[in-house]
């Protein structure tokens, strides 16, 4: 019954590293979104997707990038990972509202990534 | 862009009685007012909605309230039960896709 996939529940990487976060949903979803979640401070939005081959920045896109070349998968980017990147990292997908109004998000059961 | 704002941050509650949280909200051009619990270790998920054309819906021992005057929109639940602790996340839609988060408040419902 999973609609939406992060490809890691755990993840430990080095300073310097590249990290990828992989996000899957087969709900035909136009929409995806990255989030990361921290102590008080909710869910900040890093990146989303509206389409493939498209990306925008939300909040907190520094450091961060992006590729959606697939309307199912949204990967998120850690270019050289840091220290302050470790977080939990939340991927959701919605249905566009363009002419049907808003919609939820589905989120994804989320990665805890520590960058030591 | 829009800015929610959420409260209480934590809020602990007797087992049966009612618990409300409250949200408020910067764009009177906001429509769409989903709320979220997140248990622990485990992904956020839709509890309830509403959208600006109605002022309450209810479901169960959950219900919502929104004042599009004062822009605040709030969370009732009744009986509280053990389970109903969680971390509960409102958010507001000013157009068709993006949702804007509140920052959370964790309810402790103490048995």
């Known amino acids: 019954d999973v609609k939406v996939t992060q490809s890691s529940r755990y993840l430990v990487k080095r300073t310097g590293e590249k990290v990828f976060l992989e996000c899957v949903q087969d709900?035909?979803?136009?929409?995806m979104f990255w989030y990361r979640q921290d102590p008080g401070l909710g869910l900040r939005l890093i990146y989303f997707?509206?389409?493939?081959?498209?990306?925008e920045k939300g909040d907190i896109p520094e450091g961060y990038s992006v590729s959606r070349e697939k309307k199912e998968r949204f990967s998120l980017i850690l270019e050289s990972a840091s220290t302050n990147q470790t977080s939990m990292y939340l991927c959701?997908?919605?249905?566009?509202?363009?002419?049907?109004?808003?919609?939820?998000?589905?989120f994804g059961s989320g990665t805890r990534l520590t960058v030591v | 862009g829009e800015n929610v704002e959420q409260h209480p941050s934590t809020l602990s509650v007797q087992e049966g009685d009612s618990a409300v949280i409250k949200c408020t909200y910067s764009?009177?051009?906001?429509?769409?007012f989903p709320w979220y619990k997140q248990e622990l270790g485990k992904r956020p998920q839709l509890i309830i909605d509403?959208?600006?054309?109605?002022g309450e819906k209810k479901d169960q021992r959950i219900a919502v309230t929104l004042n599009k005057t004062a822009k605040h929109f709030s969370l009732h639940i009744t009986e509280t039960q053990p389970e109903d602790s969680a971390v509960y996340f409102c958010?507001?839609?000013?157009?068709?896709?993006?949702?804007?988060f509140g920052t959370g408040t964790r309810l402790t419902v103490i048995p």
């Open positions: 509403i959208r600006s054309n109605v």
């Open positions: 959701a997908s919605s249905l566009s509202g363009l002419g049907r109004g808003n919609y939820g998000y589905t």
């Open positions: 764009d009177s051009a906001s429509n769409y």
């Open positions: 958010a507001a839609s000013l157009g068709a896709n993006n949702l804007f």
């Open positions: 997707s509206y389409d493939v081959k498209m990306k």
């Open positions: 709900m035909d979803h136009e929409n």
